[in-house]
């Protein structure tokens, strides 16, 4: 099955970064961030991917001609040019790179990706957020509710603390951050079946728009709940805080044992 990564963007709210390489590129404990991601699918055995590039596309292009000698060792004999990997990581994937266009929406950069997927379920995702989404259990939850796409839905981490004030501001309680259970956000994270090309009619359409706000009124779209860590990068605090964890081992975004742990129960579908 075959995955798409939106990595077309300006990232302009991360500029001191992207002024310089693509949004996709800015590193997230020495590796690309779309390296990170990838690795959340191949942890599962999804290891084709189609990258939709855009701004900068050059340099995705480049990263990926050049993976073989950019994630291993190598030596080298500097009299005859000889070269040999000492390998560290293969990945083992299959990355096709496509420039989609610089400005276009993200429905626009799928709608050109047309040809490459066929007749056939394929998947999305952003390449700018990271989450231990179990891709076995989504494509599960896709299949079984038959509809034509899938979103996972996750909770935004909080940007601050809570306060509870009384009559007179006497403070009744302070809360440090803490995850807003009530709060529902589109994570990224899709299951979509072929069908959903009859909505990406325009290059300028977000998908988060108009496509799939008539997926909604269609009740073709439903949510997969996913209760443990995500994080998005959209800012330089967000990219220093993917940072400070991206030395555990594993890191968040791949520790499967430990996802929605501290989960309320709730239904896992909503349409």
Sequence with gaps: MKTILLAGGLGSRLAEETVAIPKPMVEVGGRPIIARVMDIYSHFGHNEFIVAGGYKCLMLKQFF????????DISVDVDTGGLQLKPISSGGWNVSVVDTGALTMTSGRIRRLREWIGDETFMVTYSDGLGNVDIGKLLEFHRAHGKLATVTAVQPPARFGNMELGDGGQVHAFTEKVRRYETWIN?????????????FTDDNEPLEQAPMVQMTEDRQLVAYRHYGFWHPMDTIRDRNALNEVSDRDPPPWLDFDNVGKDAQSAPRAVI
Excluded at 187 to 199: I, L, S, W
């Design 65 to 72: 001609a050049n993976y073989h000698l950019i994630a291993n």
């Design 187 to 199: 994570g990224g994270f899709f299951v979509f079946e072929p069908g959903v090309f009859d909505y």
